[in-house]
């Protein structure tokens, strides 16, 4: 049963706790559940492993996390965009798992299926398949993951509806559905909770039976990881861009592409 909270605060308080392993949703900074975030930074546990694609950037999405001290393992694909996940993984104060994206992925969904592990050839012969099982199918070597479940899914959702079915927005949607799967209690902030009616279920792609807290997340300016602007071209032509609508002047930079 899906419930209501009024804030990301109240939908934690009485939940997390020290030594947790968190699956957080996101790619990069598109799709982050920013105020959950922010809620468990402010709950503070300690000693969190934290499994997630990547862990934001300096002091944004899982980044105020470590700032804060609080992570003690990660398991990710990418960290190359924080400097202080660097320096504490250099420092010995961070245990680090990276996973192949694919890998990270498949862990998810496994866990979320009830599947305890699985047969895959990436990372044979590297160092990711140290220590790990291995085992010869139809003259192919094959090394075997875990899938997993975390104590906590923190989710962000697009639209919503009060029974929790859940709908994403572009390439926000990344890894958020398999996060939501994957949770022993999963949270989730939605821009958007219809509370008259239901989502249409032909468009439904986390069913409301994974989601067992929901919030409505607070308005925000969604932060862009790396923005590449250009110069707006002069002169006409009609392969050239219409002029900006706010009124910026002809010259002024022009993003040419942002996450979501």
Not at 6 to 35: C, E, H, K, Q, Y
Not at 61 to 65: D, E, H, T, Y
Not at 109 to 122: L, N, Q, S
């Given at each position: ?37 922010e ?10 492993t ?10 944004k ?5 470590l ?28 245990d ?12 998810l ?14 990372g ?17 070597t ?14 962000h ?19 958020n559905?398999?996060v ?81």
């Open positions: 049963m899906t419930i209501i909270y009024a804030s990301a605060a109240d939908a934690l308080r009485d939940l997390v706790r020290d030594g947790d392993t968190i699956a957080v949703g996101g790619f990069g900074l598109s799709g982050n559940p920013t105020d959950l975030i809620a468990l930074r402010d709950s503070g546990a300690r000693d969190l934290i499994v997630s694609n990547n862990m934001g950037v300096d002091g999405g899982l980044g105020i996390l700032e804060n001290q609080q992570v003690a393992k990660v398991l990710a694909s990418y960290v190359g965009e924080n400097k202080l996940f660097a320096q504490q993984f250099l420092s010995g104060e961070l680090v798992e990276f996973v192949p994206q694919g890998t990270l992925a498949e862990r969904r496994a866990g979320g299926a009830g599947i305890p592990a699985f047969y895959t050839k990436t044979v012969g590297t160092p990711v398949a140290e220590g790990k099982p291995h085992a010869d199918f139809d003259g192919e094959y090394l075997l993951e875990r899938g997993i479940v975390a104590d906590i899914a923190l989710v959702a697009f639209r919503a509806d009060r029974a929790g079915n859940l709908v994403y927005r572009h390439t926000a949607r990344n890894f559905p398999l939501a799967t994957a949770g022993r209690t999963t949270l989730v902030e939605a821009e958007h909770i219809d509370d008259e009616a239901y989502l249409d279920p032909d468009t439904v792609v986390t069913p409301g039976i994974f989601v067992q807290r929901l919030v409505m997340a607070l308005p925000k300016v969604k932060d862009i990881e790396q923005r590449t602007v250009r110069q707006r071209p002069t002169g006409g032509g009609a392969n050239q861009p219409a002029p900006a609508s706010d009124g910026a002047a002809a010259d002024s930079p022009t993003p040419t592409f942002a996450t979501a």
